[in-house]
């Protein structure tokens, strides 16, 4: 079954709102990372996290990785219309040899 | 050029046909994945080809069947497929398989697949 875990599986935000999306797996990942996948797109690479309570930016963008490496946060701030889309994290289990996509976070975004 | 290409983008196909997807990309990555997506929810590693071989199978049915010709091309061979089979086939290279090693993935533009 899904190991890794999202919430909120929808957000509908107001443009200039900010967004949250957190991911939860049920065992430790090496390292996480998080795509984006627009309506009718494919999933686009954000961010890679490696060390165990890790924080990086990206503009308007914040990645957070769990302590124990079994969690991660993406948080938008003051949201934009472009970044309506779901937002997937993702992350090797089993040695590495397996490669688990979160159930996602769909966000609109109402202009 | 870090852009992976995958033909066609849609087909459709009756339940007795035989088609073909393809994947290319030129980044010199050495291994390369087929997920399969259903609407709403998150891709499903189906293959991994690390080296031009065949490393996992996710206990997929006999009726795909993947192909790596060389280290650029990917395919995936369908035959008798039925319609649950109909979703969105992506196509994804990194640099080195395992995952462990961190490398992220591109992923291509997908071919949405109708099984009638």
């Known amino acids: 079954g899904q190991q890794v875990m999202q919430i909120p599986q929808y957000q509908h935000v107001q443009e200039g709102e900010d967004f949250t999306t957190y991911c939860n797996s049920s065992t430790t990942l090496s390292n996480i990372q998080w795509y984006k996948q627009r309506p009718g797109g494919h999933p686009v690479f954000l961010i890679q996290l490696v060390k165990s309570g890790e924080v990086k930016k990206q503009k308007r963008l914040t990645f957070q990785f769990g302590e124990a490496k079994k969690n991660s946060s993406l948080h938008i701030t003051a949201t934009q219309t472009t970044d309506v889309g779901t937002y997937f994290c993702a992350g090797p289990v089993n040695t590495g040899n397996q490669f688990y996509f979160g159930t996602g976070t769909s966000l609109t975004v109402i202009p | 050029d870090t852009e992976v290409t995958q033909t066609p983008k849609h087909l459709v196909m009756g339940m007795t046909n035989k088609k073909s997807l393809k994947c290319e990309q030129h980044?010199?990555?050495?291994?390369m994945y087929w997920y399969k997506q259903k609407a709403k929810k998150p891709p499903e590693l189906m293959f991994v080809y690390s080296y031009e071989k065949l490393s996992i199978n996710e206990s997929v049915p006999s009726r795909f069947s993947p192909e790596c010709p060389n280290s650029s091309l990917l395919n995936l061979h369908l035959h008798a497929l039925q319609p649950e089979d109909s979703a969105l086939y992506l196509c994804?290279?990194?640099?080195?398989?395992?995952w462990g090693s961190g490398y992220e993935q591109y992923f291509g533009p997908g071919t949405r697949l109708t099984v009638t």
């Open positions: 980044m010199g990555h050495r291994a």
């Open positions: 994804a290279s990194s640099q080195i398989w395992p």
